[in-house]
């Protein structure tokens, strides 16, 4: 039935943004109403995005590793590959964080209305649901974590072999020719689960390299040593696709302009996420939504609207859970009266593929592109010890410093475990950290976190050769 809920703060969506902030401003003693269109909370990332994903990467990996150790002289037989237990081995991971998120909601008191919200006034929502009931929310701040949604091309028949990642991860079946739209993380991390169930993938991306804000030396080496696994075009786009009963047929176009056809029994659309902002009808409250969705915040995390705030995919790049969080958090304490800002020194990027690629703080390109005076330390897992006894010496460890004063600006890595070893790498660019400080760290031998404090070493000057 229809009802009226007043609130002090109301946060909307459930996402990593909207239950952070939602958690910590009930620990802050704040009355919070948390509104969320689908039955489950987490959003995006614990429902459709870095949970299933990683839990289908991590059946990838086991895969690979079988595939890997022919070389160490260990052969099994063909994997025997049962779907269904696939499916419920991902969907039980995803149940038990999103059991625990409504479990924590209910330990913290946090009221759940489960509807679409939408915004009529400064001061007022609406949620909607499916019965056609209503409650009328009165709030004294709103936070929106509305998130993000993927970007849909226009041309693209309607056709149930074309999905976006929602389809990718729900793994119908395994298409024998999976054709994948833009080779940026997403897109890359659905090409290894693909590839290693048995589709043959071709990548297409239109930029000149794979994963394009990632430092073009660190790609290189993923895409060398995925070379047999995967077709990938580069500077290439897709201007058209035919529905025919036996195959999409996809019309590609290269840089130099000419085109040709590229058969496939799938396609999947990886180019990129919108932000929901046009969705929330936030413009009602008064607040700025700009013309591609997103709302502009200040380093409080507020909007034109002083006491509406917004946090997540919805206030622009990068979309990732841990910033959302880290948003949440500052956007809850903001509206409990301290005095917070969300000015991270690094926000780390990992793409869970086979070999992983990281980076955290700035990257080359980025001190390229800012006039940034930078100096590079590169210390090659070709001479680890534990990347050789694992068989994956391609890897390497990149160190950005300043030149005059030895400080970290940033770090990038590519290999085995690689967005696990970022960990130590963010934490050195928080505490502002010089190369030395890493160099002079005691790394256990032999570890792969070892080339970090190598490549301290390396950029101090206090280990000029490593052969
Ligand atoms: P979301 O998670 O998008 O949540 C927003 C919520 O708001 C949703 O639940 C939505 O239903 C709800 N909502 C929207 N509008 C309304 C409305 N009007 N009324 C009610 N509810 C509404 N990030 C990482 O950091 N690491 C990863 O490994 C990673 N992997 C990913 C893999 C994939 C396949 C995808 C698609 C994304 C991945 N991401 C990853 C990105 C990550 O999922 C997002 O950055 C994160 O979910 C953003 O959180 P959010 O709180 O801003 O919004």
Redesign the pocket.
């Known amino acids: 039935k229809n009802s009226v809920v007043e609130t002090d703060v109301l946060v ?7 239950y952070s902030a939602a958690f910590r401003a009930a620990d802050l003693g704040v009355k919070v109403t948390l ?4 039955a489950e909370l987490g ?3 614990l429902n ?3 949970i299933p ?2 839990a289908l990467l991590h059946v990838a990996a086991t895969l690979h590793e079988a595939e890997e150790s022919a070389q160490m002289g260990v052969r099994f037989a063909r994997p025997e590959l049962d779907i269904d237990r696939i499916l419920a081995f991902k969907d039980g991971t995803v149940k038990k964080l999103t059991d625990g998120i409504r479990r924590m909601t209910r330990q913290r008191k946090v009221d759940v209305e489960q ?4 915004f009529t006034g400064p001061n007022q929502l609406l949620v909607t649901r499916d019965d056609e009931t209503e409650t009328q929310i009165q709030f004294k701040h709103a936070i929106i ?4 949604r993927p970007v849909k091309l226009p041309f693209l028949p309607d056709d149930d072999r074309i999905f976006d ?1 929602t389809g990718a ?1 729900a793994l119908r079946d395994v298409p024998p020719r999976l054709a994948i739209l833009g080779g940026g993380i ?1 897109g890359l ?1 659905m090409a290894t689960v693909y590839q290693a169930l048995g589709s043959e993938v071709t990548i297409i991306e239109a930029a000149s390299q794979l994963v394009p804000a990632a430092d073009a030396d660190l790609v290189r080496v993923y895409q060398r040593y995925n070379r047999d696994r995967f077709t990938i075009e580069l500077k290439t786009r897709v201007t058209g696709v035919k529905a025919e009963p036996d195959a999409l047929i996809l019309t590609v176009e290269a840089a130099d302009g000419t085109c040709r056809e590229i058969a496939a029994d799938a396609l999947l659309v990886a180019v990129g ?1 919108r932000p ?1 902002g046009d ?2 009808a936030a413009t009602r409250a008064g607040v700025v939504v700009d013309d591609r969705g997103f709302i502009p915040v200040d380093a409080q995390q507020r909007t034109n609207v002083p006491h509406i705030y917004a ?4 206030v622009g790049d990068p ?4 910033k ?1 969080t880290h948003q949440g958090h500052v956007a809850a304490e903001v509206i409990a009266g301290h005095n917070r800002r969300f000015e991270p020194l690094a926000i780390p990027s ?1 793409a ?1 593929t086979n070999p992983e690629i990281a980076w955290t703080g700035l990257t080359e390109q980025q001190a390229k592109a800012q006039g940034i005076a930078y100096a590079v330390a590169v210390f090659p897992w070709s001479v680890s010890g534990r990347a050789l006894g694992a068989g994956r010496g391609e890897g390497k460890t990149k160190l950005i410093y300043d030149p005059e004063t030895d400080r970290l600006l940033g770090a990038g890595l590519v290999g085995i475990h690689a967005g696990e070893l970022l960990g130590e790498l963010t934490l050195a660019l928080e505490f502002g950290a010089s190369v030395e400080d890493l160099g002079l760290t005691i790394h256990a031998h032999p570890t792969l976190h070892e080339t970090v404090g190598l490549a301290g070493e390396l950029a101090a000057g206090t280990v000029t050769d490593v052969l």
């Open positions: 909307l969506g459930a996402g990593p943004g909207g509104v969320e269109r689908y959003g995006v990332c459709v995005g870095c994903s990683k509807g679409t919200g939408t974590a509305a998130g993000s990642s991860l997403i991390e996420r929901n969705l929330t946090i997540g995919d919805i979309m990732l859970a841990h959302a990992i869970y």
